[in-house]
């Protein structure tokens, strides 16, 4: 030991190289809720104030780790990078709750770090268990709440690896497919002292941690897609979250391109195609009441980066039809879902992005070839060019029909489509940048596709969902991300950060985001988001679950206060649980009936709250009751 016995200089500590590798691996935020197993790093980030005048990681305090997860998910969603989440034992562990299936489903990297009780009782070492709920706290196996989730996890045991342990855990979290990892380590060591030599070592080989390199299609894989979609009559392409890889939308939109091929987005969970883009047929959760109008036609399908393109009782494509799936990793889903098929000729573990820039310049090589030796070229064929028009035409009709709904004010209340599309109006009108820095966070549950579809998304990247369904995400994550836009705007040339953040939300949603604790984060840390409530009076969804089974029961004849899943009569002010948690700060309106004019104006003010006075807004919209 380096310095005096009794009293080592202060950054002799493993918890000083947890902290400077974390931040050398480039992790900014740490979104925590501490506890007693916490003595080591309370003290080690008051001696960073007091030595550096700041903390090496921005501290976020969470008063719910459902929350903090949630934050941690939005800011690594829009920069890419994770973020460290620091919670208590297994306690706070099982606080995180479902915003674990969420950053394992929505593939977002993060590092999760816990303590854990002592494992002296008789003061053999610093840290040692000197308060009753150490004995509580204690279980037999932490890392096993949370690990059929995790990329990996780890006991931090020893100065000697802890920077290895934290590096190897990023490595992985930042490889496809990408997700969470778990760290966890007890008290006394946690609190140990360490050989300056073993501080000055570590972080010298930070370039040698690299993520796995993307997957190319095999040469026999790339041959049999290529050739079916080119030979196809109706090809087609679904994909999910091929737009987590912004850089994978230009390749597949040339191949949408190349041979006129509609392109059906499944459960998205982020902006895949541009809206405008004519080719682009569709946006689905799957619902039999928006049809896949390809998919029983189709002879060739590419499935690129989707869980779940179609569900067979709903639709399914004809036996006849040439399916290709292609995942960058674990394309079987073999770690992640229990029970997973879909029907296909070949699955194929490849990155979209180098997939669909191999499958793009195969097709031309091809059309090249066959020009030269039959003289006949598939690519500008009458084929092609009139395959091209009918999806022109569709797209145009799809739009009109959006156009009807958002401007059809007859009933008694205001509908989604009214809302949405005066909200992506508003930002159109009410920001500088035109909604070209605007985010939207969409946790509409019921709604998910109406929203999509009447936000018309330009921007790849600017809506985003958890990826997964535990509810409550969207109030934390609108927090983190906004902190992600400003981390981003110093990281990457030409971004800026964010005007304006939206949280969409049902009444359910916004209850289970915790708003007691999301509101109060974003005034603290200066984070101003939109909230739109699409209040319909409770949880649509489980009642559309039992209309599903039971089209026509009991159930079907009453309503949802009846069936349990109604929050009225008395229904919470939703606004008003926003303003309070923020100490006031926040602005909240009710609006209800349905007039345009009454409601194109409180969308302006709450607009004009968030990107003019850099206040919460949270719009409470009431819809027909369920
Ligand atoms: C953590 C969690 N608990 C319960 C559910 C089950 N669930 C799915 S949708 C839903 C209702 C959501 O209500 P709301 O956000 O108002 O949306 P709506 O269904 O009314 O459109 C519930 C309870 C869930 N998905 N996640
Ligand atoms: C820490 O110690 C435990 C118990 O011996 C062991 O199972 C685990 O693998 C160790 N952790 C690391 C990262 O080596």
Redesign the pocket.
Known sequence: MVGSADVPSSDDKLITLFLRTLAECGITHAFVNWGSDHPALLEELERQRIEDGKTSLFIVTCPNEMVALSSAQGYAQVTGKPAAVIVHVDVGTQALAGAIHNVDRGQTPVLIYAGASAFTSNGELKGSRNEWIMWIQDIPDQAAIVRQYMRHT????SSH?VAE?VKRSLQIATSHPKGPVYLWGRREVMEAEVDTSVLDAAGQDLRQWPFVEATALSPKALTAVATALMKATNPLIITSSLGRNVDAVEPLLALSTLLAIPIVITCPSVVNVPFSHPFLDSISYLNPSVPNKHLADADAILVIDSDLPWIPTVAKPSDKARVFVVSGADPLKASSIGSWHVAAEMICQADAQVALTQIVERVSHLDEQQRRSVGEQILGSRIVQDRGQLLKDAHTAWLDGLEDRERDFSGVHLTVPNIIGGLRRAIELYTSSRGMETLVLSEAISNYGAVWEHLRPEVLGSVLTSGGSALGWALGASVGAYLGGKVKSHQVEGARPYELVVAIVGDGSFMFGVPSSAYWMARKYGTPFLTIVLNNGGWKSPKLSMLGVYPSGLGSQAIGERLSVGFGPDSPDFSQIAVAASGGWAWGKRVAGSDATALEEVLAEAVNVVVKERRCAILDCILESI
């Open positions: 780890a006991q931090i045991n690896n342990v």
